[in-house]
């Protein structure tokens, strides 16, 4: 329950929330290939961050659908991991690095099969002409995967947390990629459909379609 927004009297104003927190994510870099028909994700995620206060390890979470096949940093080279049954966490060692403070880029590579939670309908409301034409008949909608926040399709510290993002998106070539951001590139390479985007400025959730 908030009683007072205020700051007392002689206090500063300015707030920062992310002065509470140990790992601070600034940018994601994910390179995606999908494979929608299996249910196939198969991701690599470069993480640029800024450790506040020295740590052993880190605790990430990654839903358990995903087999983590490698976990490295620019910094410290390979790291030992462990998964976390069960809660969908990820346990990384930092190793030599333990104590750092400062700026840091992890690189995690997955992969596996995940079926993303579906997403609930809106109701869709049709005046005018539009009743007129379309009647009393249901609007059939393609199916869509959605890879939403609801469950951890990529690594993530904190769920509040807002971070740059730039993704490249591998799919076969009757699909489409859509997600928040600008749009930077869509082709045909080697017989499958690339997309990027870029998320700036930084978002809380990363979520394509």
Same mark, same amino acid.
């Given at each position: 329950r908030q009683i007072s927004l205020y700051p007392r009297e002689g206090r500063d104003t300015d707030y920062?929330?992310?002065e509470t927190r140990p790992v601070?994510?600034?940018?994601?870099d994910l390179r995606l290939r999908f494979d929608p028909q299996r249910f196939l994700l198969q991701a690599e995620d470069t993480m640029k961050f800024r450790l506040d206060m020295g740590t052993p390890t880190l605790r990430l979470r990654l839903h358990e659908d995903f087999t983590v096949e490698s976990v490295s940093s620019?910094?410290? *080279?390979q790291?030992?991991?462990f998964r976390i049954r069960h809660q969908d966490g990820l346990l990384v060692s930092l190793g030599a690095l333990s104590g750092r403070i400062g700026e840091m880029t992890l690189i995690v590579r997955y992969s596996g099969l995940h079926q993303p939670a579906p997403v609930e309908r809106g109701?869709?409301?049709?005046? *005018?002409a539009d009743s007129d034409i379309a009647g009393d008949e249901d609007v059939v909608l393609d199916p869509a995967l959605v890879y939403s926040n609801r469950t951890a399709w990529y690594p993530q510290f904190n769920a509040d947390d807002f971070a740059l993002a730039r993704l490249r998106?591998?799919?076969?070539?009757e699909y489409m990629a859509l997600t928040g951001g600008q749009r930077t590139r869509t082709g045909l390479q080697g017989g499958r459909n690339i997309v990027g985007y870029v998320q700036d400025p930084p978002s809380k959730y990363i979520t394509p379609a």
């Open positions: 920062n929330e992310d601070d994510v600034l940018e994601h620019l910094e410290g *080279g790291h030992l991991f109701v869709m409301q049709r005046t *005018g998106i591998d799919l076969p070539p």
